[in-house]
């Protein structure tokens, strides 16, 4: 199978930059699987495609205001850090722009010395291991001093940090949002429990290798970055009962989605209690275990993403779809509209 197969015309305009003013107001696209025929409501009404024993599950990761910028203790120099994965207590590995500025012994200092970080070890393509020293308590201080690192396709600064968070965000440790998340609101979650709707929640901390662009012509021969996951008992218990009582598992994101095919594929398609590291990519020919329908955004032409949809719903129809977006002028990507598959 081609990366080519999953291209489209997309407007570089239709790339939403900010958030709209109110979460739940965002367009919603309606795309059932089987015939492939679409409905176009708002998302504020995904309650009208709900059914009471329904399960919808979410990822609470929280985004870690991970982007920092400093300057080399010993030159002045102006340096870019982003992090990555928590090593140890006050290690990380980051990445750092320029790189070749910063080598096993430099010192970076953010917000006037309030952070300072020493390269304790280097990675390639960027990467070093970075240890931080601080007055306080470290999350707080990065609150204070770090951005919010949006995707390489939005070029515009972010006025509220917590409109790149979910409403319910919790688990800290994300590189970037379950964007599908970023719709609901806390009136409209309380909207969907009150008709009937289970309500579940996973963690996956979305990793840089989200926006990572396929480099290999055949799907299959590419390597998909691996991210940490946890299901706990309490969900995986609540998703087999829904099952069981004949109700759907309706994921919410891509995050939801790998999270949740992954514990099925590894415990015989039951959900069991587990966390860990999972590569799983999803692409046409996958059986789904876990899930019957998922919320989701718009995604980039080529991505990983727009293969997993395909996978679920079918090729021929998610592109239709999205050609009637595009024609339709639905906005795309992390700041945009939604869809609903069923």
């Given at each position: 199978?081609?990366?080519?197969?999953?291209?489209?015309d997309?407007?570089?305009?239709?790339?939403?930059?900010?958030?709209?003013?109110?979460?739940?107001?965002?367009?919603?696209?309606?795309?059932?699987?089987?015939?492939?025929?679409?409905?176009?409501?708002?998302?504020?009404?995904?309650?009208?495609?709900?059914?009471?024993?329904?399960?919808?599950?979410?990822?609470?990761?929280?985004?870690?205001?991970?982007?920092?910028?400093?300057?080399?203790?010993?030159?002045?120099?102006?340096i870019?850090?982003?992090?990555?994965?928590?090593?140890?207590?006050d290690?990380?590995?980051t990445?750092?722009?320029?790189?070749?500025?910063?080598?096993?012994?430099?010192?970076?200092?953010?917000?006037?010395?309030r952070?300072?970080?020493?390269?304790?070890?280097?990675?390639?393509?960027?990467?070093?291991?970075?240890?931080?020293?601080?007055?306080?308590?470290?999350?707080?201080?990065?609150?204070?001093?770090?951005?919010?690192?949006?995707?390489?396709?939005?070029?515009?600064?972010?006025?509220?940090?917590?409109?790149?968070q979910?409403?319910?965000?919790?688990?800290?440790?994300?590189?970037?949002?379950?964007?599908?998340?970023?719709?609901?609101?806390?009136?409209?979650?309380?909207?969907?429990?009150e008709?009937?709707?289970?309500?579940?929640?996973?963690?996956?901390?979305?990793?840089?290798?989200?926006?990572r662009?396929?480099?290999?012509d055949?799907i299959?021969?590419?390597?998909?970055?691996?991210?940490?996951?946890?299901?706990?008992?309490?969900?995986?218990?609540?998703?087999?009962?829904?099952?069981?009582?004949?109700?759907?598992?309706?994921?919410?994101?891509?995050?939801?989605?790998?999270?949740?095919?992954?514990?099925?594929?590894?415990?015989?398609?039951?959900?069991?209690?587990?966390?860990?590291?999972?590569?799983?990519?999803?692409?046409?020919?996958?059986?789904?275990?876990?899930?019957?329908?998922?919320?989701?955004?718009?995604?980039?032409?080529?991505?990983?993403?727009?293969?997993?949809?395909?996978?679920?719903?079918?090729?021929?129809?998610?592109?239709?779809?999205?050609?009637?977006?595009?024609?339709?002028?639905?906005?795309?990507?992390?700041?945009?509209?939604?869809?609903?598959?069923?």
């Amino acid at each position: 199978m081609k990366v080519e197969d999953f291209d489209f015309d997309l407007p570089e305009e239709l790339i939403a930059q900010t958030p709209l003013e109110e979460r739940a107001t965002s367009r919603l696209m309606v795309l059932n699987k089987e015939s492939g025929k679409t409905a176009h409501s708002v998302f504020k009404n995904i309650t009208d495609y709900l059914k009471p024993g329904d399960c919808l599950v979410l990822n609470d990761t929280r985004v870690l205001p991970a982007r920092l910028y400093g300057l080399k203790a010993d030159t002045g120099a102006k340096i870019e850090v982003l992090l990555l994965k928590q090593e140890a207590s006050d290690q990380w590995e980051t990445l750092v722009k320029p790189a070749k500025r910063i080598k096993t012994g430099s010192t970076i200092e953010f917000g006037d010395g309030r952070l300072k970080a020493v390269c304790v070890g280097e990675k390639e393509h960027g990467g070093r291991i970075l240890e931080f020293s601080y007055d306080g308590i470290f999350y707080e201080v990065l609150d204070e001093l770090g951005e919010m690192p949006l995707p390489p396709y939005i070029k515009e600064q972010l006025e509220e940090k917590d409109r790149y968070q979910t409403v319910f965000a919790k688990e800290r440790g994300s590189a970037a949002a379950p964007t599908a998340g970023l719709h609901f609101t806390e009136e409209l979650l309380e909207e969907i429990r009150e008709m009937g709707v289970h309500i579940a929640f996973i963690t996956l901390h979305v990793g840089l290798g989200t926006f990572r662009p396929v480099s290999v012509d055949s799907i299959e021969e590419h390597d998909m970055h691996a991210e940490f996951y946890q299901v706990t008992e309490g969900t995986a218990r609540l998703i087999n009962e829904v099952k069981e009582k004949g109700g759907r598992i309706i994921s919410v994101g891509t995050t939801s989605t790998r999270t949740l095919e992954t514990v099925a594929r590894d415990h015989g398609g039951k959900m069991e209690a587990a966390s860990g590291w999972t590569d799983i990519f999803i692409y046409p020919g996958f059986t789904f275990q876990a899930i019957d329908g998922m919320i989701t955004n718009f995604h980039l032409p080529k991505s990983t993403l727009i293969m997993l949809i395909s996978a679920l719903a079918g090729q021929e129809n998610v592109l239709k779809a999205y050609k009637e977006a595009v024609d339709e002028r639905y906005r795309f990507f992390s700041f945009g509209d939604a869809m609903f598959i069923y």
